[in-house]
């Protein structure tokens, strides 16, 4: 079955800190991948997306994350973390480049100390 | 981005009554409209797929009788739960796109349905 895996329900780290965000995914056919950000009355936004390529993919943001294939893993990261980027993120599997029919993980959210 | 607007954003409602939910995009033409259902700690799951002016199209699972999606216009579409029972209480967001200009669907900020 298809499915999508963010094993950090939630995350803390100071401002400034380096960030990864874990997601894992399983996919029957060739993945498309995608992260996306929710602040707090927000709608979801696209952060980056991959479906075929550079296995590193830079987004919005600073953010960036690697399809590693052998790990199933598509995992975001960010050098440094600022305050604003508390929010919640999903990580997301599709069957096409086009972002509909997505199942999503169950989200981290990142708490981001001053 | 695109904008997607979703109303409301909070709703508590009793239990046997119906809900409406809007989605609206505010700067595009969305012909596709998704609805996606979130449980408490549990994935966003697709619920359905609209395109304006035809049927929706459900998820396996997904009692189209008590979900009902209207996408009338290129600009709005509705979801009504019908009958509302407290197993329906959830966070449901949608999302909009028109595939011939743009591969991404923009999300609205969700709606948080209370049912008592």
């Known amino acids: 079955a298809q499915s999508v895996t963010q094993p950090d329900i939630h995350i803390t780290v100071s401002e400034g800190a380096s960030l990864e965000l874990r997601c894992n995914y399983s996919y029957g056919a060739t993945p498309y991948l995608f992260w996306y950000v929710q602040s707090p009355g927000q709608g979801l936004q696209l952060l980056l997306k991959y479906f075929s390529g550079d296995t590193l993919v830079q987004g919005i943001k600073g953010f960036e994350a690697e399809f590693k294939r052998s790990q199933s893993s598509f995992n975001l990261r960010k050098p440094s973390v600022h305050w604003s980027d508390a929010a919640e993120y999903f990580c997301?599997?599709?069957?096409?480049?086009?972002?509909?029919?997505?199942?999503f993980g169950t989200g981290t959210r990142l708490q981001v100390f001053p | 981005g695109a904008v997607v607007s979703q109303h409301p954003s909070r709703v508590i409602c009793k239990s046997g009554t119906s809900v409406k939910i809007e989605c609206r995009s505010l700067d595009f033409q969305a012909t596709t409209m998704f609805w996606y259902r979130q449980f408490p700690k549990k994935s966003l799951m697709l619920m359905a797929t609209?395109?304006?002016?035809?049927?929706?199209?459900?998820e396996q699972g997904v009692e189209k009788d008590k979900f009902l999606i209207n996408h009338a216009s290129l600009t709005l579409s509705t979801l009504t739960v019908t009958s509302a029972h407290p197993e329906d209480s959830s966070f449901y967001i949608c999302?909009?796109?028109?595939?011939?200009?743009?591969?991404?669907?923009?999300f609205g900020q969700g709606t948080r349905l209370t049912v008592v």
């Open positions: 997301a599997v599709g069957p096409t480049y086009n972002t509909d029919k997505l199942i």
């Open positions: 609209s395109n304006e002016g035809s049927k929706a199209t459900y």
């Open positions: 999302s909009a796109q028109n595939p011939g200009i743009n591969t991404e669907a923009f």
